[in-house]
């Protein structure tokens, strides 16, 4: 038996691509290339890889076996073509995704520290929400995720394969439009937070899970205005006076210093944890491993 690198790059573009005209286009290869290219791998490994349903193909269990295998091999593949390299910098793709606040607010810095560390440029960032970082990376579609909400529970994102490091930490807030009624306030309770209508991310946000682990059980009455996908579209809504607004204090700063937000302060503990996290069959290559250790170690400048 034997299994080209080129029939292990189809089969991961198939798996994270989930159709032939996807990974051809990915692959700049013809659909019926494509097509060969598994059946010859699955018939050579002796099992189905995929289950096809209408023309989409599905990884199967014997396709999320070989997943990792596959993608280390072919990230020891460029190793190999780098090996004897000797002017001794990071080569190397890194595919890193983040959720939305972190994406935002801390990975460019990240980033530009990180470069002018190590000299290492080739970087690739997907912002997203958490769930869909934490499936980007059970699909070995990144290499590494930054990721806010509920870290510590790993079965509530999908995932047991998965090595959570906690990062860095911020503090949620609660704001609103500068002539909302609750403005006027000197101190607040969580009494006066009852029956008003919230501004939220969506389902799969880490700051969506805080929300509703931290704060929604403490509130008898409350309502869901609008669900929104961005942290800026969230702050426009609030201050538009379209509800109250729950995100990080991070993301709130330059809206509460430009006066479009005003804090509102209750007695409650909103600090959240951050996550570094990796699929734990990932392979560490040396450029993976310099940027968990610088990540580890990084605290964002003043």
């Known amino acids: 038996m034997s299994v080209s690198l080129r029939q292990l790059q189809v089969f991961v573009a198939v798996a994270q691509e989930k159709t032939i005209t996807a990974a051809s286009a990915l692959l700049y290869l013809s659909k019926p290339a494509v097509s060969m290219a598994i059946s010859e791998l699955e018939k050579q490994i002796g099992h189905n890889l995929f289950e096809r349903i209408n023309n989409r193909l599905l990884i199967n269990d014997h396709g999320r076996r070989l997943l990792p ?47 002018n ?41 999908g995932s047991d394969d998965l090595v959570m490091t906690p990062w860095l930490s911020d503090e949620m ?12 306030r000197k101190a607040y309770s969580l009494f006066d937070l009852e029956s008003h209508p919230w501004v939220l991310r969506e389902i799969g946000s880490g700051t969506r899970e805080h929300f509703l682990s931290r704060m929604a059980p403490r509130l008898e009455n409350w309502t869901i205005a609008f669900e929104l996908r961005t942290t800026e579209a969230i702050i426009n809504c609030a201050a538009a006076g379209l509800g109250l607004a729950y995100l990080s204090k991070l993301a709130a700063r330059h809206a509460v210093a430009n006066n479009r937000l005003k804090l509102i302060e209750v007695p409650l503990d909103l600090r959240r944890q951050y996550w570094l996290v990796r699929h734990k069959d990932k392979h560490l290559s040396p450029l993976l491993n310099r940027f968990i250790s610088f990540s580890e170690q990084w605290q964002i400048s003043d």
């Open 69 to 115: 295998l596959a993608d280390e091999l072919l990230t020891r593949s460029d190793e190999i073509l780098k090996v004897l390299d000797t002017t001794g910098e990071l080569s190397g793709h890194l595919r890193i995704g983040a959720s939305d606040t972190i994406g935002n607010q801390l990975v460019p810095f990240l980033l530009r520290d990180f470069r």
């Open 117 to 157: 560390q190590s000299n290492h440029i080739d970087q690739e960032l997907v912002i997203s929400n958490s769930q869909a970082v934490i499936d980007k990376l059970t699909a070995f579609e990144l290499d590494i995720g930054l990721i806010e909400g509920q870290g510590e529970n790993k079965h509530l994102l």
């Open 173 to 184: 807030c609660i704001a609103c439009a500068i002539d909302h009624p609750l403005s006027e």
